[in-house]
């Protein structure tokens, strides 16, 4: 048993320590590649496929995150006489927390599933060795116009996401549970400050540049056969929802304090 | 020692090659696939490994070229020690190399002209007047596929895929060529096909070629030198009458393709499973 535990730490020391070798190849190279024009249409068809292409899911997303967030807190706030403020609930919520780790989640399912399947299937029939053996370094040439792709565009698409939401909200507070529209604008743009959409967009980069280096991870060290190729796409889905909750929380932390620190007096109001 | 034993030894330990592994040893876990294998390759020659499947013929081609690194031992290139090179040293250095993997390896969403024109891009500047359809052209001329440029390897037969990644490997016109059982999946016409262009970009272009594979006809065919694995060590080397005459109970029995005795007798033992013993599914 003690031999098992051994092994087992080893197993994942080393593990930890591959993923921080090959996360910071592929930052380093990311930032290389930025100035290298000639990368430029790699990381231009990335972001067709991994971002143009995911706007109508994450707008879809977060369209039902507004609706739903307006069905269920209208009753508890109309108990109080205070259902004018929905629109601040829900814009705020939406643009501070559930539009960027729903519409991520999303990303990760839809975007990282499919990088570590064709980076895995690509390992698997040696297509990343034939790479190699061409003298191509295999990280700047599939992984960095992943990663930048993801990176850049994955706060845009949560601003789309916060966009849906607001009018998903809208929609079923004014629309259909007839809240005064002057009224729930107002209170929303009382409520939400430039600073916590901010906060969603940056939460955005992060986000992206972990689904990225995690899929492709996960796709360049898959196991043989198609068991070994879906088992990476769980195993990358897994590791990048439980990366998005934890830098969320994280980022919370850190967002906190630093609005402590430049506007201490406002949150006493 | 006898002398057939003496003469592998020698072959093993000449260093003057193009390409050499020095005691190259290399294990998985606990399962040593390569022990202390020395292995030199001649310029301009064809060598060929030969050995049963899993004896560790794929694993000793990309140590040549340090797709896989020795877990202890040398991998010389004209006299360079490569195997502790960084991955950007290395990327210089295997532009002197084309491989051959054994399904292709051809980039699924790139067509033939795409795929060809891969490791050129990504070394060369390429512009519109530089030539490159004529290049093309000419790379899967000599490979006689002129007129798939647009095609996707979904598209093509596994005898034309290996084609076009032989026009791949050849795109930046190589030292050395290393095929991983190139005629492998193939038919006999294909895989002669692909042995005639061994030989062809051997003596036509003068090329160092090392061929992986355990098709013994393919073997005799394009082989200089033939190189015989077993158990993760060299069991014979020589040239293919050498070979052929190797006084080797298990060279003997790999290269005439027989089942050994004790197989033979498990296979005649084990019974035969009979329709009756299942249940019909309804």
């Given amino acids: ?269 | 020692m006898t002398e057939a034993d003496q003469k592998d030894k020698t072959r093993e330990i000449n260093k003057d090659g193009v390409l050499s592994l020095r005691n190259v040893t290399k294990k998985f876990g606990d399962n040593v696939v390569l022990d202390d294998i020395s292995l030199s390759v001649e310029k301009g020659k064809c060598t060929v490994v030969i050995g049963p499947s899993g004896c560790g013929k794929t694993v000793l081609i990309k140590h040549l070229i340090v797709l896989l690194r020795p877990s202890s031992g040398e991998v010389y290139f004209k006299d360079r020690r490569i195997d502790n090179l960084e991955e950007k040293q290395l990327n210089r250095i295997r532009t002197h190399f084309g491989f051959l993997f054994q399904g292709g390896a051809l980039f699924d969403s790139l067509n033939a002209a795409e795929n060809i024109l891969f490791p050129i891009r990504q070394h060369y500047r390429v512009t519109a007047s530089s030539g490159i359809d004529e290049l093309v052209k000419t790379k899967l001329a000599m490979v006689g596929l002129d007129g798939f440029q647009d095609y996707y390897p979904a598209k093509l037969s596994g005898g034309q895929r290996k084609r076009v990644a032989l026009a791949r490997a050849i795109a930046l016109n190589p030292e050395v060529i290393l095929y991983d059982e190139p005629t492998t999946g193939l038919d006999p016409i294909r895989a002669d096909t692909i042995n005639e262009l061994i030989l062809k970009l051997q003596r036509g272009l003068g090329v160092t070629s090392v061929v992986v594979t355990h098709d013994m006809k393919s073997a005799y065919k394009v082989a200089d030198r033939i190189v015989m694995l077993h158990e993760g060590k060299i069991l014979a080397d020589g040239d293919a009458e050498y070979i052929r005459n190797h006084p080797n109970p298990i060279v003997q029995q790999f290269i005439k393709g027989e089942v050994s005795e004790e197989d033979l007798a498990v296979i005649r033992s084990s019974g035969i499973i009979s329709k009756t013993q299942f249940e019909p599914r309804d």
């Fill in chain 1, 1 to 269: 048993m003690i031999a098992t535990l051994g092994a087992n730490t080893v197993r994942d020391i080393t593990n930890i320590g591959k993923f921080s070798r090959f996360f910071w190849q592929a930052m380093g190279a990311s930032v290389r590649s930025c100035v290298k024009t000639g990368t430029y249409p790699l990381i231009w068809a990335q972001m067709n496929l991994i971002g143009v292409r995911s706007v109508p899911i994450v707008m879809v997303t977060g369209a039902f995150v507004g609706m739903i967030l307006a069905i269920q807190a209208y009753d508890q706030l109309a108990g109080m006489g205070l259902e004018e403020h929905l629109g601040v609930l829900i814009n705020i919520s939406v643009v501070k927390e559930l539009g960027p780790v729903l519409a991520a989640v999303m990303l990760a399912g839809r975007v990282g599933g499919a990088l570590t399947a064709e980076l895995g299937t690509m390992r698997v029939t040696e297509q990343i060795d034939a790479v190699r053996s061409m003298g191509t370094d295999p990280i700047r040439h599939l992984v960095v116009p992943r990663v930048l792709a993801c990176l850049l565009l994955t706060p845009a698409l949560i601003i789309y996401a916060d966009l849906m939401g607001a009018v998903g909200g809208f929609f079923v507070g004014v629309v259909h549970l007839g809240i005064n529209s002057w009224a729930y604008w107002n209170f929303s743009a009382s409520g939400v400050e430039l600073w916590d959409v901010s906060i969603g967009v940056i939460k955005g980069f992060f986000f992206g540049g972990a689904i990225a280096v995690i899929s492709c991870y996960k796709g360049f060290t898959c196991r043989e056969g198609a068991h070994g190729v879906g088992q990476a796409c769980t195993e990358a889905f897994v590791a990048s929802f439980i990366s998005i909750l934890a830098l969320d929380f994280s980022l919370a932390v850190i967002f906190k304090a630093i609005y402590a620190i430049f506007w201490p007096l406002r949150s006493l109001v």
